[in-house]
T-cell receptor, first 114, second 115 residues
Framework: AQSVTQLDSQVPVFEEAPVELRCNYSSSVSVYLFWYVQYPNQGLQLLLKYLSGSTLVKGINGFEAEFNKSQTSFHLRKPSVHISDTAEYFC????????????FGKGTRLHILP | EADIYQTPRYLVIGTGKKITLECSQTMGHDKMYWYQQDPGMELHLIHYSYGVNSTEKGDLSSESTVSRIRTEHFPLTLESARPSHTSQYLC??????????????FGEGSRLTVL
């Protein structure tokens, strides 16, 4: 069975500082990996995804993530955050052979401090 | 921008009432999903559908039911709401093939409060 661990429930960071949101997964099969963002009172939207190929994936709003198979990690990074990045971020994984079942982590709330 | 819509966005009702949460998508996606989201918790899959007349229960047991009579429509019904059903319900859809395969498109959610 697959699982996703987001170790940090909340991450405070000053505006214009870099940020990393951590995600580790466990799976016995090859996987697809995703990061979704949820702004207040809205649904989730896709930030970026890893399906295959380059392990460094670039997404929207200046975010990027790196797939590390040996460490089973898919950490999300941004070099300089903005107040508008305040949101909840969810890491997710799906079985490459059965992509209809996507498992989500508990989310990390990003607080941008002025 | 995703074309998936949920109504109502907010609903406050009394115990014992029957409610239906509507979800419609205009992207022609075969797969649709309902997730339940509570604060500080991961999203839990409660129902999904591979296409018309297909419905399956998800990983989290739910007293709700769903139907899929049309491709674009995937309503969720609670026959008798209870306070334990208070939660946010998120509808999503995904494509079977193409560049966006495997990616979920979410509606804005329906926040249900049962008194």
């Amino acid at each position: 069975a697959q699982s996703v661990t987001q170790l940090d429930s909340q991450v405070p960071v000053f505006e214009e500082a870099p940020v990393e949101l951590r995600c580790n997964y466990s799976s016995s099969v090859s996987v697809y990996l995703f990061w979704y963002v949820q702004y207040p009172n809205q649904g989730l939207q896709l930030l970026l995804k890893y399906l295959s190929g380059s392990t460094l994936v670039k997404g929207i709003n200046g975010f990027e993530a790196e797939f590390n198979k040996s460490q089973t990690s898919f950490h999300l990074r941004k070099p300089s955050v903005h107040i508008s990045d305040t949101a909840e971020y969810f890491c997710a994984v799906s079985d490459m052979n059965r992509d209809d079942k996507i498992i989500f982590g508990k989310g990390t709330r990003l607080h941008i401090l002025p | 921008e995703a074309d998936i819509y949920q109504t109502p966005r907010y609903l406050v009702i009394g115990t014992g009432k029957k409610i239906t949460l509507e979800c419609s998508q205009t992207m022609g996606h075969d797969k649709m999903y309902w997730y339940q989201q509570d604060p500080g918790m991961e999203l839990h899959l409660i129902h999904y559908s591979y296409g018309v007349n297909s419905t399956e229960k998800g990983d989290l047991s739910s007293e709700s039911t769903v139907s899929r009579i049309r491709t674009e429509h995937f309503p969720l019904t609670l026959e008798s709401a209870r306070p334990s059903h208070t939660s946010q319900y998120l509808c999503a859809s995904s494509a079977t093939s193409g560049r966006a395969a495997g990616e979920l498109f979410f509606g804005e959610g329906s926040r249900l409060t049962v008194l």
